[in-house]
């Protein structure tokens, strides 16, 4: 039987999930392999924060319960479908499921999987699309990144903000990050961040006016919203991108984060306010995204990428996983083992 975690109803996590030991016999729906589907035996899940809010029915792409929440894993293929010609059985696999993540075992989309190169921990790749797909797509796809420009990352200890560092020193940039907590910036510092900016301790425009900064911004990357993105967009230099990544300091409820900027911004040093979605441009630009991707996962080979795991979690201590994220105590990606130790720090 498939174990997983479970969405059993839509409305705040804590009531809603529960670990299931046969998910299939409570979807009514088996995992038959047809087609170019390929069943994985999942290692590891890397949890969003979006996973959290759609469990929560505050996304803005909802899905009825019950469901198996989270896309992204790493694992062993165990069947593949007639179709299938990329993979065989006991390939070691990575990438995006439509069936949950969060169970001992998952169906994915031939396209949607790639193979894990020798040497390469799979607990790195599997929480590695969504966020490296996001900010390499919004960095180098939406921004246009150019070595030696100067890059903001508000929310820079989180999940895609460890990510942006990540990718704007492998990009040959200036890294500016902003964190609210001394710890979580030494986390990106150790990430690469050229500039720590601690956002608590003043006006973020006194900050960065204070560390030299200000007016010389080219791209901002923000997935948080709220107080925040105003005097970031206000801090670009001539020509700069602002770049919509999301709005966690609504925490729950996001729409609470989605700033009411005056568009005078806009006019002024001619900035650009673009937002980037990457899920529906993967949907619109498969080959685009997987080149993407593949230079992405040569970088780590080459280990000029060095994707962060916080912590990893099994079905035992889910629960943890998910507190963490919403309390903000985790600095880069959240692990779920479905047959881990959960403990682990990598």
């Known amino acids: 039987m498939v174990k997983g975690i479970v969405a059993t109803q839509i409305g705040p996590w804590?009531?809603?999930?529960?670990?299931?030991?046969?998910?299939?016999?409570?979807?009514?729906?088996?995992?038959?392999?047809?087609?170019?589907?390929?069943?994985?035996?999942?290692?590891?899940?890397?949890?969003?924060?979006?996973?959290?809010?759609?469990?929560?029915g505050k996304h803005m792409m909802p899905k009825p319960a019950p469901h198996v929440p989270c896309n992204e894993i790493?694992?062993?293929?165990?069947?593949?479908?007639?179709?299938?010609?990329n993979f065989k059985v006991g390939d070691k696999v990575f990438g995006t499921c439509f069936t949950g993540g969060l169970s001992t075992e998952a169906l994915c989309r031939q396209d949607d999987l790639y193979k894990i190169p020798d040497g390469v921990d799979?607990?790195?790749?599997?929480?590695?699309?969504?966020?490296?797909?996001?900010?390499?797509?919004?960095?180098?796809?939406v921004a246009e990144m150019k070595e030696g420009e100067t890059l903001l990352v508000l929310g820079a200890s989180g999940g895609v903000g460890m990510a942006a560092i990540d990718l704007g020193k492998a990009l040959?940039?200036?890294?500016?990050?902003?964190?609210?907590?001394?710890?979580?910036?030494?986390?990106?510092?150790?990430?690469?961040a050229d500039v720590l900016i601690n956002y608590t301790k003043?006006?973020?425009?006194?900050?960065?006016?204070?560390?030299?900064?200000?007016?010389?911004?080219?791209?901002?990357?923000?997935?948080?919203g709220g107080d925040f993105s105003e005097p970031a967009i206000r801090a670009l230099a001539f020509g700069g991108r602002f770049i919509v990544i999301g709005f966690a300091a609504g925490g729950d409820t996001p729409k609470n984060?989605?700033?009411?900027?005056?568009?005078?911004?806009?006019?002024?040093?001619?900035?650009?306010?673009?937002?980037?979605?990457?899920?529906?441009?993967?949907?619109?630009?498969?080959?685009?995204?997987?080149?993407?991707?593949?230079?992405?996962?040569?970088l780590v080979q080459q280990e000029k990428l060095k994707p962060v795991v916080s912590k990893t979690y099994n079905f035992d201590n889910y629960r943890d996983a998910f507190e963490d994220m919403m309390t903000r105590k985790v600095v880069g990606k959240v692990i779920i083992q479905p047959e881990g130790a959960g403990t682990s720090k990598l």
């Open 202 to 224: 003043g006006s973020l425009k006194t900050l960065l006016k204070e560390a030299g900064v200000y007016g010389s911004i080219d791209v901002v990357y923000d997935p948080v």
């Open 257 to 298: 984060a989605i700033a009411n900027v005056p568009l005078n911004l806009a006019l002024l040093n001619e900035r650009k306010i673009v937002g980037c979605l990457w899920g529906a441009w993967k949907m619109r630009n498969p080959e685009k995204n997987r080149e993407n991707t593949e230079k992405m996962l040569m």
């Open 14 to 56: 804590r009531d809603s999930l529960a670990v299931v030991d046969d998910v299939e016999g409570l979807m009514d729906s088996k995992l038959e392999v047809d087609d170019a589907l390929v069943k994985i035996k999942v290692i590891a899940a890397g949890l969003c924060f979006p996973d959290i809010l759609t469990v929560e």
């Open 122 to 141: 799979p607990n790195l790749v599997a929480g590695m699309e969504v966020n490296y797909g996001t900010t390499y797509h919004a960095l180098v796809d």
């Open 172 to 192: 040959g940039c200036t890294v500016i990050a902003c964190a609210s907590t001394q710890a979580k910036l030494e986390a990106c510092k150790a990430a690469g």
């Open 74 to 85: 790493a694992g062993e293929v165990i069947e593949v479908g007639p179709d299938v010609t």
